[in-house]
Nanobody
Framework: QVQLVESGGGLVQAGGSLRLSCAAS????????IGWYRQAPGKQRELVAT???????NYADSVKGRATISRDSAKNTVYLQMNSLKPEDTAVYYC?????????WGQGTRVTVSS
């Protein structure tokens, strides 16, 4: 089992920055890929960014150049730094971790970008 706890959401003005954190616990050694998805009101959940156990990042086109995902294996924490935030980035951001057999989700942290 893997538990994920997100933090760092909040209200920010357009053009601002935010850093989200996801602390993983439990069988973290089994995690292959960890990252972030988001779900805006009335929309499906979508990938934001993930990073593999080897450190290779993957970004959605909508955040490329504005987002940086990083993984601190010693702290079992993954970070998402987002800059130049836009109102369309408003969503609940969920941490996601995938092992060979399971997919885990955090409870989510809300990000609101005001125009």
């Amino acid at each position: 089992q893997v538990q994920l706890v997100e933090s760092g959401g909040g209200l920010v003005q357009a053009g601002g920055s935010l850093r989200l954190s996801c602390a993983a616990s439990g069988s973290t050694f089994r995690i292959n890929t960890i990252g972030w998805y988001r779900q805006a009101p009335g929309k499906q959940r979508e990938l934001v960014a993930t990073v593999s156990s080897g450190g290779s990042p993957n970004y959605a086109d909508s955040v490329k150049g504005r987002a940086t995902i990083s993984r601190d294996s010693a702290k079992n924490t993954v970070y998402l730094q987002m800059n130049s935030l836009k109102p369309e980035d408003t969503a609940v951001y969920y941490c996601n971790a995938e092992t060979a057999l399971s997919v885990y989700w955090g409870q989510g942290t809300r990000v609101t970008v005001s125009s």
